[in-house]
């Protein structure tokens, strides 16, 4: 399962941080039910049975199972699928030892990144522990909940006692991420690194500046990789780490040269490659210009890395850079490894995280970095063509094949070095298993908003009075998904700006009613006129028609002065998309526009049309209808698979409605041949592939499973919607108005502000599709 924006790890920092205001980031963890994970039931629990079977008496049956063979707590408990997060705050993020109640959010944050990429639950657990001694019993106590722990934000030198005491005091999968993270994928990219330059581990002269804990074991990692520890020279804030010093610890002692000490500068003369995880801004232009001839310079310090970017580049234009920003090619981003390493491991009951297994998840890394990338990572990044070159060494945290690529990697070496329980003999179903955790729910949002990012449009709110559109509004311009137009009467507007504490500088705002619009009125009146003429409008009433905010926005869209028009957030759904129709109109070949919503389900996204336009569709509004879904489906780069609803299926009821369904079936089959479509069918027959393979197998849904559901009436449509929505959980984002002539969407009634940005950018993608010359 698959998770949200360009990413940044909780390790990581990059300029989207400037965007994300205090007061967001504080609602954000407040709102609803505080903090960011639950616990939810994976059973059944409705009935008394039921709960009989859960607990008391029928849950005595597993414990006696399990004290006979304690491997069976894998067999029943979520053990094999449960890991801990554990910290005790001593080194949080850039905050340093905040504690572990104010490291919470971050342990959560962790949580929820392990779930939504690998679906690995997580109980995130802070401990009020700071001596080693204490820590590493209480983990320990620990031991027969978890199938792994991974290790946070522990301080060094304390973290590396704890990590190796635990590690062989425990006999299930332990890995400190903050060691052994930034370890394994700063590896994953110097072997490709090295790859391009044309250079040998074993030969590269390595500058580091920071001894702590990742510096270490990126060091190490090298090492096992073919590096020799006399080209390694590091640095913390008392200079070079050699071996006259007495202030070493035991792990920098690894790393003590033998020899004179010289300065960061000194040491990176001739050096093939500088390797940064200290501070920011310590290496300048001139220090790295004597480098080797092409130098891979890893600056991961953050926010700031220890030179920057751009520094970097100018002076060393042949270089390989790579830093732990998202806004700069080559993020070395903990995400990359942890959720993977984890999942192989608990997929093989692992009793460890072990340097073969590491090894395995950075070549694997590397490895992915030289296939082709899918269309939807280009789409997330803005890029045309990623592919594997100097500013493409890892690849991207967004990147699908994540899962099913590491995972496997690491699973293998856990086999191959003996410390698999539970080895895996057919692959192919194991990496079956491995998609089937995987969702595509966030992924849409994210391809959708960051497609939209790629050429952001002019996007008129017709209710900029109320704060939540302004809300969105600074939103959608932060992020660069539009360019936001607000119409409203500039004083309120200011004002809820101002008492809100909201960023929209420079924002156009027009107030449709004032004098100084007159002549726009004036201009849209004429062309409102020409259009309603004949059908009950005067020249008097067309005018006036435009100190309406809908209608005037209607008409900036129209007359290309803006690109999308949002409304209906205070206003009834007919009362908002009557204007649009009546002044913008529909797609050629379209006869009738259609609502449709994208239901965010466990199962992956259902996009269920018509829920909010057409009461009775006749076989060619069905037709229309399933069309416009299918295209919409397309551009999302989604193959649109159709089930056409009924409460029959296929001929078994001769009643109008379902005649109806059934010939309009027939017509887009025979219109649009390579579309997967299929109806009249029932809703439940349409998801049971055993049903169905059973009873109806010349259907074209036995083998993949439906994404659109065509309902034959507006109630039935709506009803479903609302129904998934309240009652199975699901997100609704919509209604998408489809088959407009420009882009138009009419808001929920109440949207909440997350709604309205999903919907801009809706309509920024679908104004780009409607920009583009039609292919012949």
Known sequence: MLSFFIFTDCKTKSNMTNLIRKEDALEYHEKGRPGKIEVIPSKETKTQRDLSLAYSPGVAEPC???????????????????????????????????????????????????KIFADIDVFDIELNVQDADHFVSVVKALEPTFGGINLEDIKAPECFEIESRLKKELNIPIMHDDQHGTAIISAAALLNALELVGKNIADIRIVVSGAGAAAIACCKMYLALGAKVEHIYMFDVNGMVVSSRTDLSEQMKQFAQNKPAVSVREALSGADMFLGLSVGNIVTADMITPM????????????????????????????????????????????????????????????????????????????????????????????????????????????????????????RAAMESGVARKPISDWEKYEAELYSRQGENENILRFIINKAKQSPKRVVFAEAENLKILKAAQQVRDEGIAEPILLGRPEKISNLIRDNDLSLEGVLIIDPKSDDQECTRERYGKLYFEKRQRRGVNQYEAKKTMRDRTHFGCMMVELGEADILISGLTRQYPSTLRPALEIIGVEENVCKVSGMYMMLTKKGPLFFADTTVNEHPTEDELVDITVQAAKFVSSLNIKPVVAMLS??????????????????????????????????????????????????????????????????????????????????????????????????????????????????????????????????
Do not use: C, W
Not at 86 to 106: C, T
Not at 299 to 306: G, T, V, Y
Not at 307 to 316: D, G, K, Q, S, V
Not at 699 to 707: F, G, I
């Open 647 to 776: 409460f029959s299926n296929f001929g078994s009821s001769q009643l109008p409605e379902t005649v109806t369904v059934r010939n309009a079936v027939a017509k887009v089959k025979a219109q649009y041949p390579g579309l997967t479509i299929d109806g009249e069918i029932q809703a439940g027959v349409a998801f049971n592939k055993e049903l169905l393979r059973e009873n109806y197998p010349f259907s074209s849904l036995v083998e993949e499973s439906p994404n659109i559901l065509i309902f034959p009436n507006l109630a039935a449509g709506n009803i479903a919607y609302h129904l998934l929505q309240e009652v199975g959980g699901a997100e609704a984002v919509g209604p998408i108005l489809i088959g407009m002539n420009k882009p138009v969407q009419v808001l929920q009634l109440g949207s909440t502000v997350r709604q309205i940005v999903n919907m801009v950018a809706i309509a920024v993608v679908d104004a780009q599709n409607k920009s583009q010359p039609v292919r012949s």
């Open 292 to 411: 080797a001839e092409r130098p891979i310079i890893f600056a991961l310090a953050n926010p700031e890395p220890e030179i920057p970017y751009e520094t970097a580049l100018a002076a060393r234009p042949d270089a390989i850079l790579a830093t732990g920003r998202s806004d700069y090619p080559n993020q070395v981003n903990n995400v990359l490894g942890f959720p993977y390493i984890f999942r192989g491991a608990l997929d093989v009951r692992a009793t460890a995280i072990n340097e073969e297994m590491k090894l395995a998840a950075a070549k694997a890394l590397a490895a992915l970095a030289k296939e082709p990338v899918p269309d939807i990572v280009n789409v997330v990044y803005s890029q045309k063509n990623l592919h594997f070159d100097e500013t493409y060494i890892i690849p991207k945290p967004i990147d699908p094949r994540l899962l099913t690529t590491v995972a496997p990697a690491v699973a």
């Open 64 to 114: 006696k199972e399990i004290a006979k063979n304690p491997e069976d707590v894998y067999r029943y408990t979520s053990k094999g699928n449960l890991v801990a997060v554990i910290s005790n705050g001593s080194a949080v993020l850039g905050l340093g030892n905040i504690g572990p109640e104010a490291g919470k959010p971050v342990m959560e944050g962790k949580g929820l990144l392990f």
